[in-house]
């Protein structure tokens, strides 16, 4: 077996799969297809792992979910692919005693296939219900207020059961025994409608309605799970440019939701990986690649590839596609990167934009948005944990200190530490936002009275001017506890090693926008070597300075001017990017160092060759740029760039500069993007070369690019290296948190 082959299968199974026969099923299943490894039951289900050819894995996994005993309850499922560690056979471990049992609250599961029956089944009295759910299904985290998770603690409170809900709460045998949300037309929430001023429009058929407006092109604000969608016709151009300018994102891609798996299919192309996660439990919002001619306006995702698809996950999300018989734009209810809406007053003066409003008298308690997952290279790599996997507990394997982490100021999730676990928050977005700040408090406020919980250690970025830094200062302050502070790719790094279970030292290759550096530069093409204890900055990309370095994150032509600067360029590619004006400003700027910073940020790198390439010079979101630069190369590499390797004060510098100024000779923009990715994981392989160390961790939110992932793993394998990615943690800052715990925690043990 090639060393290359990850062809070990972690699959954790969460839910009630134990005294079911779950155990023996996945001993017979793994037995009939010749697979090696073992099953045991974890606190939280039954943890699997496997060790056969991807093929056999691949079927098992599928297999694992399809034909599992029809009293086994799956509420949730997560896999990924690891080297494989030698199993001979396979074999039940016997039970550990899990230790002491923490009250965890679930996240929201998706409609079961028995409740989705129900509702299509006019003799039943959930039929067209749109909140009927069960032990197996419906919402958990979205409407707790308090652990435990009984009915009292839910925003279920205020409804009463009818005689006929209340026989089935309190029979064992039926399948809402104690289902906490449960419900029905008789006695629980129902939909309303209205206009745009609040004025409630009275009409028999909600749904009917709904998506009569949303097919004649309307926009719907639809009060969900988590919080608000806004809904519009996913064909009607009209609407969707209506609605691109309103909100108002130019270029961010809009979500789809989709009726049905046929339907999705018809408009891009799935793999079994992808259909796994697409129909399971979380049902995230996957990212497929569009067929061609699948007729669906570009507007939805311009210049992309790919198609953010989801399927409905609760009832009411169900029955209204099935009226619309199409996929529908289903966008987070919020501007730009505020979070989500969670409530109707806030949604009527927040969403003006929306025509109409479909919406229940259930009531949120907390936000909670999609959640959004890739395939790449045959594994999974989550790009937004929220709702279906959050506040899912992370074991340690360890006994933890109390930390509070507050991570980054962008994608942020904050995480907490209890004994033996970690607990990530679900997604909160960007502080600068005044709304998202104040979720972010909200959160931590939230987690502290859920789990009754407070902190012995606070966490946070190293960045001084980061809110979730102050933030934590203050809280170390009032609260007399022991602040830390982490390197930003330090945590990226240790999330990293985390999620794959390394000890010991490693080399981290961390690349991404940017993190706050030890020297109090930008960082962002980083190689640091060492544990989750410490670090070592052994090599990184040659800096360039960035004039006006905020809005340099929005202006790749900013970053451009620097890099052509620092490589010595020729002035015209400046000419056809800046006004002679524009030019001579921040040529000034850059001379005199007013508001400039030093970078070695690989994110700007790929905004400024993004730039120079013409594919992209400004942005109306963080990672457009780098994102259109990734889609030109169409997949492929080229002949890379010649570049340097130098040395200064012991750290290896590797130097773009040549590669730069090859770039220039030619100015075909997909040539450019194969040759300049090719350059970078040549670039990436000396300098794990040079480092030495055996195993190679990349983190940051430089490797969400496919293609770049891809190719520096296959690069570090035929080295001999043993690398590292991640699957279900964010490569991006919302794994930050996550990473800043670990580092705390092992500080903290001295
Ligand atoms: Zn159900
Ligand atoms: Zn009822
Ligand atoms: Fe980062």
């Given at each position: 077996m090639?060393?290359d082959a990850?062809?070990r299968?972690?699959c954790?199974?969460g839910?009630a799969?134990q005294?079911?026969?779950f ?18 039951n974890?606190?939280a289900g039954?943890?699997?792992?496997a060790?056969?050819g991807?093929r ?7 297999r694992?979910?399809?034909?599992a ?9 997560e896999?990924?692919?690891h080297?494989?560690?030698?199993f001979?056979?396979f074999?039940i471990d016997?039970?550990?005693?899990g230790g002491?049992?923490t ?23 959930r039929f ?5 759910n069960c ?21 279920m ?7 006929a809900c209340a ?5 064992p ?5 104690h ?5 029905c037309?008789?006695?629980g929430?129902r939909?309303?409608?209205c ?11 909600v ?10 092109g309307?926009v ?9 969608h ?7 151009l ?11 994102r130019?270029y961010?891609?809009f979500?789809l939701?989709?009726?049905d798996?046929e339907?999705?299919k018809l408009?891009c192309f799935?793999d079994?990986?992808?259909e796994l996660l697409?129909?399971?439990p979380e049902a995230?919002?996957?990212?497929l690649k ?18 953010g ?5 609760t ?5 209204l596609l099935e ?11 919020n ?5 989500i ?5 806030e949604?009527l ?6 025509d109409f409003?479909l919406?229940h008298?259930?009531p949120?308690?907390r ?7 890739r395939?790449v290279?045959a594994q999974?790599?989550?790009?937004r944990?929220?709702r ?5 507990s ?5 006994s933890l ?12 999730v904050i995480?907490?530490s209890?004994h033996?676990d970690?607990?990530?928050s679900?997604h909160i977005?960007?502080?600068?936002a005044a ?7 909200r ?5 502290r009275?859920?789990?009754s919980w ?10 001084p001017g980061?809110f ?7 809280v170390a302050?009032?609260e007399g506890i022991?602040?830390l502070?982490?390197?930003?790719h ?8 985390f999620?794959n279970?390394?000890e ?6 961390t690349?991404?926008?940017t993190g706050?550096?030890t ?8 190689f640091l ?8 900055r ?7 300075t960035?004039?006006?370095?905020d809005a340099a ?5 900013r970053s451009a001017?620097?890099?052509l600067l620092?490589?010595?360029?020729p002035?015209s ?7 002679p ?5 921040m040529r000034?700027m850059?001379?005199t ?7 070695t ?5 790929f ?10 010079r400004?942005?109306?979101?963080e990672?457009?740029a ?6 030109a190369?169409r997949?492929?590499?080229g002949e ?7 040395e ?15 770039m220039?000779?030619?100015r075909?923009a997909?040539l ?11 670039m990436?392989?000396s ?12 983190s940051g939110g ?5 293609l770049l ?5 296959r690069?570090?394998?035929q080295d ?7 699957q279900w ?7 930050i ?5 670990l580092v705390?925690?092992?500080r903290?043990a001295?």
């Amino acid at each position: 077996m090639s060393k290359d082959a990850a062809n070990r299968l972690i699959c954790r199974i969460g839910g009630a799969v134990q005294g079911v026969g779950f155990r023996p099923f996945v001993y017979r299943l793994a037995t009939e297809l010749g697979i090696r490894g073992r099953v045991s039951n974890s606190t939280a289900g039954v943890d699997v792992e496997a060790e056969a050819g991807r093929r056999t894995l691949d079927e098992f996994l599928k297999r694992l979910r399809a034909d599992a005993p029809p009293a086994a309850r799956i509420l949730s499922f997560e896999f990924s692919f690891h080297q494989p560690a030698g199993f001979q056979d396979f074999r039940i471990d016997p039970s550990e005693d899990g230790g002491e049992k923490t009250a965890m609250p679930m996240a929201d599961i998706a409609t079961c296939p028995q409740c989705l029956s129900e509702i299509h089944d006019p003799a039943t009295r959930r039929f067209a219900y749109p909140f009927t759910n069960c032990t197996q299904c419906g919402p958990r985290f979205t409407i707790m207020t308090d652990i435990p998770y009984d009915r009292p603690n839910t925003s279920m409170r205020a409804y009463d059961l009818c005689p006929a809900c209340a026989a089935e709460y309190e029979n064992p045998r039926d399948r809402r025994f104690h289902a906490q949300p449960l419900a029905c037309p008789a006695c629980g929430p129902r939909l309303s409608y209205c206009s745009r001023s609040g004025e409630p429009i009275d009409c028999p058929d909600v749904l009917g309605r709904a998506a009569e407006d949303i097919r004649s092109g309307a926009v719907v604000a639809l009060k969900g799970l988590g919080g608000f969608h806004v809904m519009a016709d996913a064909r009607n151009l009209a609407a969707l440019a209506r609605l691109r300018q309103q909100k108002p994102r130019e270029y961010k891609p809009f979500a789809l939701m989709f009726p049905d798996m046929e339907a999705v299919k018809l408009h891009c192309f799935v793999d079994g990986l992808e259909e796994l996660l697409l129909t399971g439990p979380e049902a995230p919002i996957v990212l497929l690649k569009k067929r061609p001619g699948s007729g669906l306006p570009d507007i939805i995702a311009p210049g992309n590839p790919l198609l953010g698809c989801m399927l409905p996950y609760t009832p009411l999300h169900v029955l209204l596609l099935e009226r619309l018989g199409g996929p529908v734009v289903a966008t987070s209810g919020n501007l730009a990167d505020e979070p989500i809406c969670i409530d109707e007053h806030e949604a009527l003066s927040r969403l003006p934009f929306a025509d109409f409003f479909l919406l229940h008298d259930r009531p949120i308690v907390r936000h909670a948005d999609d959640s959004v997952a890739r395939v790449v290279d045959a594994q999974v790599m989550m790009l937004r944990r929220a709702r279906g996997y959050a506040p899912r507990s992370l074991p340690a394997g360890r006994s933890l200190p109390r930390v509070l982490a507050t991570g980054g100021d962008l994608k942020n999730v904050i995480a907490i530490s209890r004994h033996d676990d970690i607990v990530m928050s679900q997604h909160i977005g960007d502080l600068e936002a005044a709304e998202a700040f104040d979720a972010f408090q909200r959160v931590i406020a939230d987690f502290r009275k859920l789990f009754s919980w407070t902190p012995a250690v606070v966490a946070a970025d190293m960045h001084p001017g980061y809110f979730s830094s102050r933030f934590a200062r203050d809280v170390a302050q009032q609260e007399g506890i022991a602040l830390l502070e982490v390197q930003h790719h330090h945590a990226h790094m240790a999330a990293c090693m985390f999620e794959n279970g390394l000890e010991g030292d490693v080399l981290a290759v961390t690349w991404d926008g940017t993190g706050y550096g030890t020297d109090g530069t930008i960082w962002g093409g980083e190689f640091l070597a060492g544990s989750y204890k410490s670090f070592k900055r052994v090599a990184h990309l040659h800096p360039f300075t960035l004039a006006g370095a905020d809005a340099a994150v929005r202006e790749g032509r900013r970053s451009a001017l620097g890099v052509l600067l620092e490589a010595g360029a020729p002035q015209s590619p400046l000419d056809e990017m800046f006004s002679p004006d524009e030019l001579s400003g921040m040529r000034s700027m850059i001379a005199t160092g007013f508001n400039t910073a030093r970078t070695t940020s690989a994110g700007r790198l790929f905004d400024a060759v993004s730039a120079i390439a013409g594919i992209c010079r400004s942005s109306t979101c963080e990672g457009q740029a780098a994102m259109m630069l990734e889609f030109a190369a169409r997949g492929e590499l080229g002949e890379p760039y010649p570049f340097e390797l130098y040395e200064q004060d012991g750290v290896r510098v590797l130097d773009w500069r040549p590669a730069v100024a090859a770039m220039l000779a030619g100015r075909d923009a997909c040539l450019i993007s194969r040759r300049f990715h090719a350059t970078l994981v040549e670039m990436i392989r000396s300098a794990a070369r040079s480092a030495g160390m055996p195993r190679v961790v990349l983190s940051g939110g430089v490797f969400q690019n496919a293609l770049l992932l891809a190719r520096t793993r296959r690069a570090l394998l035929q080295d001999g290296f043993e690398v590292y990615t991640h699957q279900w943690i964010p490569t991006n800052d919302g794994g930050i948190a996550l990473g800043q715990i670990l580092v705390a925690a092992h500080r903290q043990a001295g």
